[in-house]
């Protein structure tokens, strides 16, 4: 009987120095166990911390990385129903939430682990409290690598081919992948307003922000052809650039047939 009171309490020696002794202080209400791992609330707080220090993420498999990274240095977590620590801890539910053109957005939800048997100090079933979870939403910044590609509708013009009123003479780029979440810029190579020639003016539709209106002058002038050549820039903060070059070259239709 001592050998076996021997051998029981050794066990329980060598349990105690790896998992801690499950004990439970609270300071300013925030619960901590002696072993190093705290509340749900505040073990939220620290990933936050810890996630804070990355930023301008490529992917979303890297996101999963951080966050696993961050739960598995410690053996009162898991991320499996089917391997619990055998002492007080939580179970870490990991889900992606819709991303926005910025940032991965993510949720994680910690639920206790308990102990089945709380006066039984040499029982280490666990089960998970269903009743105690705790969820927060939390996001990492993409990087550029992430940005879309503007697309227009069109990327060529040439406007002697385009209909356009003699009187009010313009033309309408339109952003196919427009979205509201992205705040949109235009530039020009070419001067416009009273320095300009031709380019009379151009900005955004004001009754549809995916369009960009484009107005002309002076289209009639016998030198346009060699002359009208301009790129328009369309930026965003969330894209990759792209280029419309607008010129106007005028074929003459009965030396082409005697071609």
């Not at 329980?12 to 609270?26: H, R, T």
């Not at 039984?120 to 910044?141: G, M």
């Not at 001067?191 to 151009?202: C, L």
Request: proline share 2%; hydrophobic share 30%; net charge negative.
């Amino acid at each position: 009987m001592k050998k076996l009171l021997l051998t029981l309490s050794s066990i329980f020696l060598i349990q105690s120095a790896s998992i801690g002794v499950v004990s439970c202080s609270s300071s300013g209400g925030s619960s901590v166990w002696s072993y190093g791992i705290g509340d749900k609330n505040s073990e939220l707080n620290a990933l936050e911390g810890y996630i804070s220090s990355y930023n301008r993420i490529k992917d979303r498999k890297k996101v999963e990385e951080i966050v696993y990274q961050y739960f598995t240095r410690n053996q009162f977590f898991t991320f499996d129903k089917n391997f619990l620590p055998s002492q007080k801890g939580y179970y870490v539910k990991f889900e992606f939430l819709d991303d926005d053109m910025k940032n991965y957005n993510f949720k994680v939800t910690l639920t206790d682990i308990i102990k089945v048997n709380e006066e039984d100090d040499f029982n280490y079933e666990t089960v998970i409290d269903e009743s105690s979870r705790l969820s927060r939403d939390f996001k990492i910044s993409k990087s550029d690598d992430t940005k879309y590609q503007i697309a227009l509708d069109k990327y060529i013009y040439n406007i002697a081919d385009e209909k356009l009123e003699e009187k009010n003479p313009m033309i309408k780029l339109h952003i196919s992948n427009y979205t509201k979440d992205d705040t949109y810029y235009i530039s020009s190579n070419a001067n416009d307003g009273p320095s300009s020639p031709f380019i009379d003016d151009y900005d955004f539709d004001k009754s549809d922000k995916s369009y960009i209106i484009i107005k002309f002058r002076n289209l009639n002038l016998p030198d346009i052809d060699d002359v009208l050549n301009v790129q328009f820039t369309v930026t965003s903060e969330y894209g990759k650039p792209a280029v419309a070059l607008i010129y106007k070259r005028t074929v003459n239709k009965d030396a082409v047939n005697k071609i």
